[in-house]
Every structure is written in structure tokens, then in C-alpha cells.
């Protein structure tokens, strides 16, 4: 069965700074993606970056980045020049590309940026 | 933009009363997803729709729980009777074919408190 850790319940980081959110996540699977989903306080979630397992090179969105390291199963993500309006809820999930396709979520780490 | 849109947002009923919630996904989507997130933590599939057809509801309490979404487009997920470990936030999401790598839009939730 497939898992994902966030070993972070909170962060917090003033704003203009960088911020790195973990993930680890287990599967014996060779291929399957891995999301960052955002949810700010009282709205929606939406996607804020994506990974294929198969490509090497770290996805990148903006000011957010991921470093993904297969042969450790981790699954960070960067937030350079973090923003007020990065304060929100972050959950790494993981899908198969093999059988049943669904989300698994971590926990979640609630990230606050500072004025 | 577009969104998907969930009713009601909050809801209280006392234990034993019957539920339900409803989904607009994004218009011509065909995969449609209810998800349970209990506070502190990530978000559960409970029930995936292909067009009118459930693809996967393996995590689907169906002695209580119960989901439909006749024409393809909006869909109802109903709980009866409602019990107190029932208290969570329902997640609706929706996505243009089902891919895996696709985003998945999350409408805002419904919250239930079960008393």
C-alpha cells in the first residue's frame, strides 16, 4: 500500500524568504505522479505543481519548486520569495499510473508567511 | 474562470437525521470525486464517477453512505442516518477525462458537524 508523510505539521516564514515543505511517501510502484495541492484558509485547493516520476528533471512553477528524489522517495517543495498569500494548508499526494487511480494525501503542513 | 460548486457549505444536524450535499463540477468534465477530509488531516476518496458511472467506491461506507449522479453532470452524496464520527469537511472535485496526471479543480466543501 502507498503512503505519504509530511513530518511537518506547521511552518512559518517571514515573507521575501524561502521555505522547503517535506514529503516522503512509499510504494513499490516504478511510475506514478506526485502533486502539491494548496488550501488556503476558507477557499479551495488548487494544484500548485506537479511531478512525473519518469522524468529526471525537478518540476518548476513560478516561484515554486520541487525536489524530487526518486531513490529516496522524497518529494519537497521550495517556495522562493514566499507572499502573504502563500499562508495556506499544503498536502503532497501521490497516484499510480497502474490499476485504481486515486489520491493519497499527506497530512498536510499549515504554513503561515509573516509580515 | 470556471469552479466547481458544492451546497450547502456548512451544515449541523443531529445524529440519526439523513444528509445530503451537491456538486456542480466544472462543465464538460467527466470524472467526478467526493472526498471526506477529518480535521488534521489529508483528504479520502470516497466515491470516483466516471460520467454517470462509479469507477470506484471502495472506501464508501454503503450501509450509510450513499452517492449518485444520474446524468453525468451534478452529483448528490447523502449520509443516513448521520453519526457523530461523521463530522468532517466533504470535497467535491472534478477533472476533464480522469487521467492521472490531470488536475483535479476542488470546489470550496461542505463542512458537517454531527451532534
Known amino acids: 500500500a502507498q503512503t505519504v508523510t509530511q513530518s511537518q505539521p506547521e511552518m512559518s516564514v517571514q515573507e521575501a524568504e524561502t521555505v522547503t515543505l517535506s514529503c516522503t511517501y512509499d510504494?513499490?510502484?516504478?511510475?506514478?505522479?506526485l502533486f502539491w495541492y494548496k488550501q488556503p484558509p476558507s477557499r479551495q485547493m488548487i494544484l500548485v505543481i506537479r511531478?512525473?516520476?519518469?522524468?529526471?528533471q525537478n518540476a518548476t512553477e513560478n516561484r515554486f519548486s520541487v525536489n524530487f528524489q526518486k531513490a529516496a522517495k522524497s518529494f519537497s517543495l521550495k517556495i522562493s520569495d514566499s507572499q502573504l498569500g502563500d499562508t495556506a494548508m499544503y498536502f503532497c499526494a501521490f497516484i499510480r499510473t497502474s490499476g485504481t487511480y486515486k489520491y493519497i494525501f499527506g497530512t498536510g503542513t499549515r504554513l503561515k508567511v509573516l509580515a | 474562470e470556471a469552479e466547481v460548486a458544492q451546497s450547502p457549505r456548512y451544515k449541523i444536524t443531529e445524529k440519526s437525521q439523513a444528509v445530503a450535499f451537491w456538486c456542480d463540477p466544472i462543465s464538460g468534465h467527466a470524472t467526478l470525486y467526493w472526498y471526506r477530509q477529518i480535521l488534521g488531516q489529508g483528504p479520502e476518496l470516497l466515491v470516483q464517477?466516471?460520467?454517470?458511472?462509479?469507477?470506484?467506491d471502495s472506501q464508501l461506507p454503503k450501509d450509510r453512505f450513499s452517492a449518485e449522479r444520474l446524468k453525468g453532470v451534478d452529483s448528490t452524496l447523502k449520509i443516513q442516518p448521520a453519526e457523530l464520527g461523521d463530522s468532517a469537511m466533504y470535497l467535491c472535485a472534478s477533472s476533464f477525462t480522469g487521467r492521472v496526471e490531470e488536475t483535479q479543480y476542488f470546489g470550496p466543501g461542505t463542512r458537517l458537524l454531527v451532534l
Open positions: 464517477f466516471q460520467d454517470e458511472s462509479v469507477v470506484d
Open positions: 511531478q512525473e516520476a519518469y522524468k529526471q
Open positions: 510504494t513499490s510502484e516504478s511510475n506514478y505522479y
